[in-house]
């Protein structure tokens, strides 16, 4: 009846990064990889994940729901589509300004003489070929890691940035490591080859990084490996044009296709979001697949959009969006989440029938968690009554002359608690500090995390205290044996705790004699 969030993610085959997402949004608080669910919760949360769009339960999880309304690829509509490009490097080698350049050198729509907002991402036309790149200018966003934890794959091309100066540094390192496990295409570009006015000078130094690289297993094409080096100088723009077309030829191998079609479903995903003056919901979506265009209605969480403007990244107006294309969109009813993925379905009805579904589910979520609060209050309560009437039957067949007297109210049973993470300690306090009856009540002396120390022990000596220990692993034999005969309790599953609490508690019912 009971499972942890742990349990439950090796169950549904759910990242428990996400999991514990969905239940965040869902309304649950603190959620931890131990938070205990009952299983009201349970049943709500497989709902969730298996629920398809007419409410059929096919098994399928909830992102399935998305894969479902999707229709398939279609080859004839398959089209060249710009390269989206991540910048990453060392911090100071030169990241910012690169990006700078590129936004102010070569923006698409520069003609009409737009400054760049700041939306995610950005295009460029390339100086040479003309060709379009798209480049995500914050990379480090949230929105990007939730969509990685999704497994989505937004970017392309990694442009990695190596000071001439510096060479190769710590988060040099961690970059190489990123594209290496996300599959990311690479090229480097080693960048301020302006600070070094000498020709041989700067040639040493463009050595020294590429020598760097290879004892680093970068592959770099100079060795016959197939990473472009780029020496560069984004102050002076020197060799901005070759880099560019670099990123191109990369592309060009990569062949990356977008479906093009006037009739392909859109798809994108959320990279902000947020309310503005005079325009209300407004979202940036980086577009994956069909051709955007107003009217279009989109479905995004527990959120819907019909189309009402388009705009580019200089906030001019324009009338559609492509494939690898940032722009910003108006018309949604409430304001999506970043990282979210955007999918189109054919008409506002099944928009709506979407978006209600989703919210009832909430709904019984949040009236779930109000049920178990008092399933759990009146469960004790009824137990410690059969106790006690269990005690007044002893009573009438045994002796008299109980000692009545005593101080009103009910008996406090201490209790510390000592737990792995603050989450744990939380849920523990919440659900054994309202345990008890008009007779004898729990009283949480002291709660925090870590293994029972000196001053616990005292405390408990003091007040009489039972410490209760969770998930801490194997405790020391000077803590479980201690010399002043302290009990202290050990457990991993959070409703055994419960349950000995609530025995501990009958136990200390007034004694009937
Ligand atoms: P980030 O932390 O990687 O974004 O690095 P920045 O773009 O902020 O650059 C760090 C410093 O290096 C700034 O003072 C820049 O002006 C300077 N810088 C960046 N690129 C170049 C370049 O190509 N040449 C020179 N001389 N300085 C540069």
Redesign the pocket.
């Known amino acids: 009846n009971y499972a942890s969030v742990n349990n439950l993610s090796n169950m549904l085959n759910v990242k428990i990064e996400k999991l514990i997402r969905d239940l965040t949004s869902l309304g649950f608080a603190n959620v931890t990889h131990n938070y205990i669910l009952s299983r009201e919760y349970i049943e709500l949360i497989l709902q969730e994940y298996n629920y398809k769009i007419d409410g059929e339960n096919t098994g399928t999880t909830f992102e399935n729901v998305y894969e479902e309304l999707k229709s398939p690829v279609n080859p004839k509509n398959l089209a060249r589509r710009p390269p989206i490009v991540t910048i990453m490097?060392h911090?100071?080698?030169?990241?910012?300004?690169i990006l700078d350049y590129l936004r102010k050198s070569s923006i698409v729509s520069e003609e009409h003489g737009g400054i760049t907002q700041h939306i995610g991402a950005f295009q460029i036309n390339t100086p040479l070929s003309g060709r379009k790149i798209t480049f995500l200018d914050t990379p480090g966003h949230a929105a990007f890691l939730k969509m990685r934890e999704r497994g989505a794959t937004i970017t392309d091309i990694v442009v990695l940035?190596i000071s001439v100066e510096d060479s190769i540094m710590p988060q040099t390192l961690e970059a190489i490591k990123h594209v290496r496990n996300s599959g990311n295409e690479l090229i480097v570009a080693i960048?301020?080859i302006?600070?070094f006015s000498n020709k041989k000078e700067r040639e040493r130094a463009i050595d020294k990084v590429t020598n760097d690289l290879m004892n680093n297993g970068v592959p770099i094409e100079k060795m016959g490996g197939d990473v472009q080096v780029i020496p560069i100088?984004?102050?002076t723009g020197e060799n901005m044009d070759l880099l560019e077309e670099s990123i191109i030829l990369l592309s060009d191998i990569m062949d990356l296709k977008g479906e093009q079609g006037s009739n392909t479903n859109s798809e994108g995903w959320i990279l902000e979001s947020e309310v503005k003056k005079s325009m209300g919901n407004v979202s940036t979506i980086l577009m994956t697949r069909g051709i955007l265009t107003k009217g279009k209605v989109l479905i995004c969480g527990n959120t819907y959009c019909k189309v009402r403007s388009i705009m580019d990244e200089t906030g001019r107006q324009i009338n559609q969006a492509a494939p690898s294309q940032a722009v910003e969109i108006t018309g949604w009813k409430d304001l999506p989440h970043a990282g979210d993925e955007v999918i189109q379905v054919s008409n506002e009805s099944m928009a709506k029938k979407f978006v209600a579904k989703r919210q009832s589910l909430l709904q019984s979520a949040r009236e779930a968690a109000n049920v178990e609060k008092l399933n759990q209050q009146r469960f004790l309560e009824a137990i410690n009554k059969e106790k006690k009437d269990e005690m007044s039957t002893d009573d009438l067949d045994g002796e008299e002359g109980a000692d009545q007297a005593g101080p009103p109210g009910p008996k406090k049973v201490n209790f510390i608690v000592k737990a792995d993470v603050s989450g744990s300690v939380e849920a523990i306090v919440e659900s054994i500090s309202s345990l008890g009856n008009e007779e004898v009540v729990s009283n949480i002396v002291s709660a925090a995390v870590g293994i029972p120390n000196e001053n616990d022990m005292k405390m408990a000596r003091i007040t009489d205290s039972t410490i209760l220990c969770f998930n801490l692993g194997n405790l020391p034999s000077d803590v479980l044996n201690n010399k002043d005969k302290i009990e202290v309790r050990q457990f991993n599953v959070i409703y055994k705790l419960i349950e000995d609490v609530t025995e501990i508690l009958t136990e200390n019912l007034k004694p009937v004699y």
Do not use: N, P
């Open positions: 490097g911090v100071d080698h030169g990241k910012t300004t940035v960048t301020k302006d600070k100088s984004a102050r």
